[in-house]
Structures are given as C-alpha cells and as structure tokens.
C-alpha cells in the first residue's frame, strides 16, 4: 500500500512537469504553464472518480497531491532547459506514467465493485485523459488520435491485468507483469515505427 | 419500456458507428475512431447524469449497453466503405437517433422530479453532446455551431413534448408526436436550407 | 446574504451576455450564440460543484437563474450593435464578473469544509472555467492561455480572501478587499500591459 502511494504521488510528480512543459512552444505564460502542468496531472483520475461517483477525488481528499502538482510545476519552471533536453529520459518518465496510472485505475474500479469492462476502460482513462483534456485546452489533437500507439497499449496492459487477476495470480506479480506489458508494447512500436491500420 | 430499452440500444449501436465513421477523413488509425465512436455514443447520456447526479451511469450499471457501442465500433470497422456510401441512410439515422436520444433525455429528467425547463435541456444534451464532445476532441467545430438546424430542433421537440406532456396527453402518443417534431424540423430545415438569423 | 444572492445573478446575467457576444464573430446563429451565452454563464459553477460533490447544482436547483441567462442573451440578441460597442464598458463588467465569482467559489467551497489550498482553485475555476469552455467549444485558444493576466488576477484575490479570512477580518470587508484587489491588478496589467514571463 506504501509503495502504491508513493508511486501514485511520483507519477503525478512527473505529469505534473510533462504537463507544463508540453506548453513551452505556444508562447503560454508561466501561469497557463502551471495550469496545464495541473490538468495533465489530475485529469484522467478526476474524469475516472466522477464517472463512477467516487467522492472525494484524490487531490481534494488528500493534498499532498496538490503539493506533488506544485513541485512538479516549480521544477518544470526552474529546470525547463535542462528537462526539455531529456526528450528521451521525459519519454521514459511518461510511459512509467501512463503504465502506472492505467494499473491504478482498473485496480479503484475494480476495488468499487465494477465489471472488468468497466475497470479496463477506467485504467486507460486514468492514464490518458489528463493528457487528452490539456491538449483539447490547448487547441492540439490530442495524441490519442496520433499515429502512436499510446492509449491502445493502456488498454492492452489493463486487459492483461484483468485477465490474470481473473487467473488469481499474486496481485504484486500481476502489477508487475502488466506494468512491464505497456511498456513493452510502447517502446517497441516506437523503436519500430508501428501503428494500427487506418479506416479507409 | 421493452419497446424504449430497445430503441434506445438501437440508437446508441448507430451513434457508436457514426461517431467511429466521423473521424475517417482525419486519418486516424482503428483505436482513435472506436473511441469517438464511444465517446460519441456515451458523452450525451453522460454529461445528463452527472448533472443530474443520477448514478450509476447508464453504461456502467448495465454492460449490454457497452456492447452495442462495441458492435458499432467492429461495424463501422467492417463495411467502412458500404456504410460510407449510405450517406442519406445516416443522415436519416442521424435524425432518429437524435430526435429518439431528445425524449429518452426529456423523460429521464422528469422522472428524477427535475422542472421542465431543466428537462428540456437535459433533452438536447442528451442528444448532441456527445457530439459536441467528439468534434470539440478532434479539434472541429461542433455541428452545433454550424448553420445547420441541429440542436435548434431538438429542444423545439423537447418543448413539444412538454407542453403535450402538461396537456396530459397519452404518454405513447407524445413520444410520436415529439420525434415526429424533431425529424420534421430537420429534414425540412435540410431540404430547403433554412438556418437560423446570425447576429450581426 | 441578500445582496450575494442579487450580485450572483447580476454576475450570471453579465456572463450570458458576454459570452451570447462572444462568438459574434464566429458567424453562428442564435442559437449557437445562445448556447455559448448558457455554458459561459453556468460553465465555471458547474464545474466546481462536480468536482466538490455539491448537488443540486445551482442553476438546476433555483430556476431563476436561468431565467436571468435567457434574459442575458435575449439582451444580446437585442441590443447586440450597442453592447458590442460598449467594449470598454463590457471589459468592466466581466472583470468585475471574474472578481465576483471568484469569492463566491472560495466562500462555497470553505462552507462545504474544504481546505483553503481547495478553496482557492474552486474559487479560480469558478471564475474563469465558464470562459474555458466556451472558447475551447469554439476552437478558440482559452483566456486563460493568452498573455492577459486573468486567471493569475483571481487566483490572487482568492489567496488574499484566504489570509484575510486565516486573520479573521469582518467577512464584509474581506469581500470587497479581494474584490478590490482582483480588479486592480487585471486594470493595472491591463493598462500596463504587464504579463508574466514565458518559459523558455
């Protein structure tokens, strides 16, 4: 439960600072910077708590939250050159972020008594709306509907996830597995330029 | 209620394909139109319940209304091509759908003892903000905002049905009357190209 | 009390106008223009009563307000080449808006317990979100993102509620201190054009 906890307040550390800084080209002032860096961070948890009536959200219950989403803005603000030139570590951070999250929310859905179907599309909500609602604020399409493969393999991880929970195996096995599984997946269709067919 | 819970199941399997369909020309792949498609076929009914606070959301306390979304989505997957030719079918679809989704709304707030004006609203969102939400994701404008009679028609069928409802006429001769409305409006309004004065 | 209740209808009323007036450029109909009128209007309230779990919502719960946004768009649709030319007049009454809702949401949000960390968000969002929306509906960059200082301006006022209220100075001289306060510094960047700095 500790290392959940901490992890929870790590990766909303670490949205909190892709947020401000996925602004940097739009010419926005350091207030949109944090507001983004805000959103980014609670968007997809806030979406997933109020579609299933889970009150308080996270950060309004439990303000250690906010205080993770402040640091994450400061030091997008105070580290900006240095973090915009870690692409690649930034790119990492975010994938950890989006595999942890998406396991966080089909774990709150399930732990309040909800279908795997419903906890599957939980967990990818938890991971990619925050990034999906900034990048509607901000006027861009959002990177769900990019090339990439991004919010499929959230999905993928989560059906993993629920697949082998249903198979009952130990719960730390199961974060780990589908954790390491959209990590994979990411990694792999970026290294190989993969992407899912178009409609035509 | 039969007869409704079929209907409205019929008209969230067509929104699930129209919503997946309206994103083909922006060169999505597979994963980005099944999620307009949901996010069309829920977002109304959605926004309508949080409003209202009435949970559980529609979607989430009965999963067969996922699998018509998912039907929707393997459809429009399917006979891409076939359905995009059937452009007047879905626009007629289009129309029943939306002047269906205006009722369900309209009942649904009045049996949660909301006032009239609140259930005329709550009608035409039910209606077009799902697509509101789909257009506003991928960075269109909302056909709402179009010259288009859209939304205009809907709350016309939503006060219709009040008034009658007010009038204490049968239950099952309003809903026709309503809908009857609401398709009237729009297929006049597109046949002879009425809109709305702009203000200037 | 009687006086928060007159202030936050006159509020409610300046921010349908404004927002009817908002998209007149957009070449939108009536009722594109009523619609953005309405969501600006209830967007920012609505907002923080989700997230705070606060039911009925304003405007479901008391009706008169919504009869006080019909009567601010059909102001708009009605006097639309003379308050369009009030722009100066109209940058008034919105930041005065702006200041207005932004101690009625911190003051709602301490009344339903919450932490002043919580109180001055709700008190920003209430504020400010309404616009949000409308302008991302309409495919504008928000406010909020723009060089203008706004956001900033409220988030001010409400901390300045906050340490007021932490010293327990009289709640009427609170109010209009950080009233006060909010307009002064939006009028000063205004007139100044002062901004706050960019990452880079």
Same mark, same amino acid.
């Given at each position: ?15 909190? &600072? ?9 010419? /926005? ?24 009536? #889970? ?28 973090? #915009? ?47 999906? &609602? ?8 959002? !990177? ?14 989560? &059906? ?5 929970? /249903?198979?009952? !195996? ?12 959209? !990590? ?10 993969? #992407? ?5």
């Amino acid at each position: 439960m500790d290392l959940q906890y901490g992890l929870e307040l790590v990766g909303t550390f670490v949205f909190a &600072i892709s947020g401000a800084l996925a602004i940097r080209e739009l010419e /926005h002032d350091m207030f949109g910077a944090g507001f983004t860096g805000f959103i980014t961070a609670i968007g997809g948890g806030t979406l997933r708590d109020i579609l299933l009536d #889970s009150y308080p959200l996270v950060w309004i219950g439990d303000v250690v939250f906010l205080y993770a989403i402040l640091a994450g803005i400061l030091a997008a603000f105070t580290f900006t050159n240095f973090l #915009s030139r870690l692409r690649k570590t930034f790119f990492l951070f975010d994938t950890l972020g989006i595999a942890f999250f998406t396991v966080l929310g089909v774990e709150k859905a399930l732990s309040l008594g909800m279908r795997p179907e419903i906890a599957a599309i939980m967990g990818m909500f938890t991971a990619v709306m925050g990034g999906v &609602i900034r990048d509607t604020l901000t006027n861009q399409i959002p !990177i769900l509907f990019r090339k990439e493969v991004y919010a499929s393999a959230c999905l993928a991880g989560a &059906i993993v996830y629920l697949i082998l929970d /249903h198979l009952e !195996i130990a719960r730390d096995l199961n974060l780990l597995i589908s954790i390491v599984v959209i !990590i994979v997946i990411r990694l792999l269709s970026m290294k190989y330029k993969l #992407s899912l067919p178009q409609l035509k």
